[in-house]
């Protein structure tokens, strides 16, 4: 018995070797500061801070609506449950490295004829399978496992910063076709006033026919434009369901482009690209590479030698009542060794295997990295030259309104022709359109730079660090 005890000491005390590489982090693949230029704002304004969802889309509607899909989206459902089956994996895993300790119990009755009839009792507590974790393999294993549960986690964090961003380019594009549809119920009602005007004249011997037929063209575009944006809005709330994974209160709703384009809060200034550090695809990505480095460990151990104990502790009786009496004690206990002497370069290659997905996920890293660089450099030379954009669209609706206002006075002064007045309210139409197309741009655009820093990822380490995914207790 003090020999498997002293057994088990030793085994224990060694089984603090590792054969894992050493793992430091990649250099960074990307540069240090963000990209600059005429498409840029200047660097100090393109830097960009720690922020919350609510800090960038400030409206209380949109804010339920994202509280809400965090209830109820099933995609986030899904990572909850990906998340709990990584977390039992790891414990299962955990769980070889340490004995496993069963307790039998049995009676046995047999007779023969012409011998007497014989009764056995037994109990006992036994180690059927321990292994010494002399190399370090079931620790890597373990710590393979222990990785790959926090990249699922970081996964479900990347599948939540989506979904918040999906939530409100869904809820900007209901208000971009709701202000589309009041455009083109504005036209189809001037068009009609054209019509009845046009129509009057050409009874009146004033205007020729063709005037007519263009202000009913014009009339009919407007009118297949209202039917498409009613459609287009039926569609914005049945993605918006899909999102939030319940029905939507037409309470929050937003009326106008307009209204919820000021809603969308400007990011302001202060953080370099180490920031993307944070992001909840890269830290999934470097938590994958830690595990494949842990993975080499395992292998490298599995070139060893493997020893195993087993032991038993029991109690034997030909008699019930004398089971746990002292002389019913006995015990055992053994040690085994197993070592593959010919596996034609399996084991080594199964090294090789490991160190090429190693490889592979640091490939996988840097470009994860590269990819969230490239994503943040796109949006933020959206944003250096939306303002501008911005403002050009609104210059150009004031000029073609004032040009169909004056251009329609004058036709009806009998000073233009008709066609003048007909390519102004086409201009006009097109230029408030345009200016939608171009607030929905400005909106999405610091929706897509909130998404590609990481979003609420920011807040939960200190700048310049990775994301701390919590130790779990299992």
């Given at each position: ?30 540069p240090a500061s963000w990209p600059v230029g005429d498409a840029y704002l200047r660097q100090s304004e393109a830097s960009l801070p ?116 999906d939530i409100a380019e869904a809820w900007l594009t209901y208000a971009s076709d709701a202000s589309l549809l009041k455009i083109a ?290």
């Open positions: 018995m003090k020999r498997l005890v002293l057994s088990l000491m030793i085994g224990t005390a060694l089984a603090g070797c590792s054969m894992d590489p050493h793992y430091a982090r990649p250099e960074s693949s990307v720690a922020i919350s969802y609510r800090d960038v889309f400030r409206d209380p509607r949109l804010q339920a609506l994202i509280e809400q899909a965090l209830v109820n989206n099933r995609d986030l459902r899904v990572a909850a449950a990906n998340i709990a089956a990584a977390r039992a994996q790891y414990r299962i895993q955990r769980a070889n490295q340490l004995p496993e300790v069963d307790a039998n119990a049995g009676a046995t009755v047999a007779d023969s004829k012409g011998t007497p009839r014989r009764t056995s009792f037994t109990a006992d507590v036994a180690v059927p399978s321990f292994e010494i974790d002399l190399f370090g393999r079931l620790a890597s294993l373990s710590r393979a496992e222990q990785d790959r549960y926090f990249a699922t986690e970081a996964a479900a964090r990347a599948t939540r910063l989506t979904l918040v961003g119920q504005d036209t189809a009602a001037n068009a009609e006033r054209s019509v009845t005007l046009t129509k009057a004249r050409l009874d009146g011997g004033i205007a020729p026919r063709t005037d007519l037929r263009q202000a009913e063209q014009v009339l009919e575009t407007a009118r297949g434009d209202v039917a498409q944006q009613t459609t287009a809005l039926a569609q914005d709330i049945n993605a918006l369901q899909l999102l939030v994974g319940a029905p939507i209160d037409p309470a929050t709703l937003p009326a106008s482009i307009d209204e919820a384009a000021a809603t969308v809060a400007e990011l302001p200034a202060g953080m370099d690209s180490s920031v993307l550090l944070r992001r909840p695809d890269v830290v999934q990505a470097e938590y994958q590479l830690r595990a494949g480095n842990a993975e080499i460990g395992a292998a490298r151990a599995a070139l060893f030698p493997r020893i195993t104990l087993t032991g038993l502790l029991g109690l034997a009786s030909n008699a019930l009542t004398g089971l746990f009496s002292g002389g019913g004690f006995n015990w055992s206990a053994g040690a085994a060794a197993s070592y593959p002497i010919f596996r034609a370069g399996a084991g080594r290659a199964n090294v090789q295997l490991s160190e090429a997905q190693r490889d592979a996920l640091l490939a996988t890293y840097e470009k994860t990295i590269q990819t969230a660089f490239r994503e943040v450099s796109d949006a933020l030379a959206r944003r250096g030259t939306m303002a501008e954009q911005l403002r050009a669209a609104r210059a150009q609706v004031d000029a073609t309104a004032d040009t169909y206002a004056l251009t329609d006075a004058r036709y009806r002064g009998g000073i233009d022709t008709f066609l003048a007045s007909l390519d102004a309210q086409r201009s006009l139409y097109s230029a408030r359109r345009t200016l939608v197309a171009t607030q929905l741009t400005q909106a999405t655009n610091l929706v897509s730079l909130y998404r590609s820093l990481g979003g609420d990822m920011l807040l939960e380490a200190g700048e310049g660090e990775p994301v701390p995914v919590p130790t779990p207790n299992p």
